[in-house]
Structures are given as structure tokens and as C-alpha cells.
């Protein structure tokens, strides 16, 4: 299901193709979020254009709104939502930690209350894996335990010997036809743990591996540490996947370390606060010095916004509230995302990975606000 197709001398990172029934997924690849079944403020055919290849559903979310009845009735989750390419869903364990105000871990799973009307909910391996299989996503993930930040070590232990309990049961449970299943490494920034977990997930076998506990407050370093703690245990000949991560920087560098996949709500999530991702740095849209500029968002860019409107337009559009100015700002980050690892595989295929590791990394300063549009283009004029 996995194949392997070079490693870059310069790196750990590898150029890869993961065959899925609903098609093949080239790796390195970002997958966008559709937790409710869709991508916010985005429709099937721009994310399409665009070349999405893959995207998330969310286990828990789902199951509460509109219920499995409905997608089920409907022929499944891809009919339900008009999406006929490969979906990712997400087990709902890392939503039950986060969002549940009242929670009482058990043996099998986790009691807690519905965020939505405080009813009272179980999740389990058996739950989780029984909802994706309904929901006939393509790739599912097995219910882990994910803690926060800043956890003691007996807490980062006692997650870890449950995560790996969970995974059998998950290991055990009926799939969809042609469902892969994705085991989750957990133990926070501890290497020990980290190797105990992967090892033990490989032990058991599944079709590919994630890397969890990530993105979940730590500093940047620490989440750097702990993929590279954890991706040397994993097999060669089956993808990797680092959950919820991350910056086009830290994407760049996770691809460095060897991580396939990846998952963000950063591009439509910014983009609603009126900032855009740009290979420099972050831009905020709103900015003064954009009131009349007529140029895009970056200059280079063939997104649909950046072909079409002005960086005026769209400051107008977010000052004004119309809903048109964070779609664009959604298109614009959301290609600049799909573009980017588009360009890393070009790179990886090409043996120049290094290279523009080394250039991009440089380059882009996180949250670089006062960048403008023609700052920008005299810096893609100096690169060509």
C-alpha cells in the first residue's frame, strides 16, 4: 500500500506514493481538516483545483452531528459529503482529552460529557473503531490517549500503556473494505517512552504509523524532539504521519525528519483573522499599508484569490464583513499549503531537497506581519 520511491541524501526525508481504493496519495502531503465533513470555507471543487488529494474527518464530531443514521443512509461519508478522493478520519480521542469538561477513564475507553448539551457519552477502542468503520473512511486512526503538555512522568507512563492497550483493541476490531488502520505513538517528549510505544505499535502491526502528542502547547524545539525520538522506531516501507502540525517552516522541517503526512487547521483558521501564509512569513491583510495596494496577496502566486484580486480588495472585503475576503484568504493559504508540498516532492524527485530546505527555512519569518505585497515581489525577483 505503501511504496517508497527515493530518500534524500541530505535528510531523512523520502518522496513516497500510498495506493489507497480511492486513489493514490503522493507524499510528503498536507491534509486539510473537514472535522464537520467539510473544510471551512471552502467547497469539494476549489480544494480540487487546488490538488488536495486527501482530507480529515473527525470520529467524535461526526458521530454527534448529524449522526452515523444519516451518513450512513446517505451511502457513507464520501457520498454524504460529495468527496470521492481518499479520507483520513481522526479516532476522537485527542477531542475527548481536549473538550470534555468531566471525564472518567476506564478500561475499555473514556466516560465523559457531550460538549454540545453536557449529555453523557462512552468512547472507546471498540466506539471508535466501529464509527469509522460506518463512516467507510479510507485510513483510521486507533483511540489513544493524548495528554497535555507539561504532564508528569507517571501520567506520560500510565497514557502510554493505555494508548498501546487501545491499539490492540483497535488491532482486533472489523474495517471497511480496503481500510487501512494507523497506530498512534504517544510519550510526551520522553525518548524512552517514545521508542517503548513504537516499538510496541510495530509489534502489533498496522498500515502505517502516526506521531502523536504534538501540537498540543509545547514549544517548537520539544516537538522537533519528539518526532525525532519517535521516527527512527518506525518501519521504512510505511508512512508517518505527525498529527496537527504545523507552520510551512515546521513542515519543511518535518519532512527533514522523515515525517509522510500531515494535518493543520492553521491555513483556514488564520485565514478567518485575516492573515495569509506567504512562502516569507505571515501577512496580515488588514494591515494599513495595504488600504491601496493592487498587487495580491503574493506575487507568484496562481491561487484562484491571487489571480483575480488585490490585496485592497480583500482588506476592504475583511474590513466590511463580507464573507468573500476570508474565502479568498482560506483559498489562497490553503494552496499555498498544497503548493508547498508539491514543490518539496518536485525537490525530493529532483535530488535539490537540501537546497531548498536551506533557501525556504531562511527565508520565512513566522509572523511577519508588516510584510508587503511589494517587499514580497522585489523578493521573488532577487530569487529568480
Known sequence: MFELLKKDTSSRARLGKLTTPRGVIDTPVFMPVGTQGSVKALDPRELIEMGTQVMLGNTYHLSLRPGMEIIEGAGGLHRFINWPHPILT????FQVFSLAKIRKIKPHGVEFRSHLDGSLLFLGPKEAMSIQTRLGSDIAMVFDECPPHGCTPKDARNAVERTIRWAQECREQPRANGQMVFGIVQGSCDPKLREECAKALVKLGFD????????????????????????????EDQPRYAMGLGTPAQLVEL??????????????RVAR??????????????AGFNKADPLPIE????????????R?????????????GLRMLSVHNSHMYTRL????????????FGEFRREFVAGYVPSRRVLSARLLSKSAEEER
Open 312 to 324: 485592497a480588495y480583500l482588506r476592504h472585503l475583511l474590513n466590511v464583513g463580507e464573507i468573500l
Open 341 to 352: 508540498m508539491q514543490d518539496i516532492r518536485a525537490h525530493l524527485a529532483a535530488g535539490t
Open 299 to 310: 506575487p507568484g502566486c496562481d491561487c484562484y484569490a491571487c489571480r483575480n484580486f488585490s
Open 273 to 286: 483573522n485575516g492573515t495569509a501564509f506567504t512562502t516569507k512569513g505571515t501577512v496580515s491583510i488588514k
Open 90 to 93: 481522526d479516532s476522537g480521542g
Open 255 to 268: 519532512v527533514a525528519r522523515g515525517v509522510d503526512m500531515f494535518d493543520c487547521v492553521l491555513p483556514t
Open 208 to 235: 502505517g504509523y502516526a506521531i502523536g502528542g504534538v501540537s498540543v502547547g509545547e514549544p517548537e524545539a520539544e516537538m522537533m524532539k519528539a518526532v525525532e525520538y519517535t521516527e527512527p522506531h518506525l518501519p
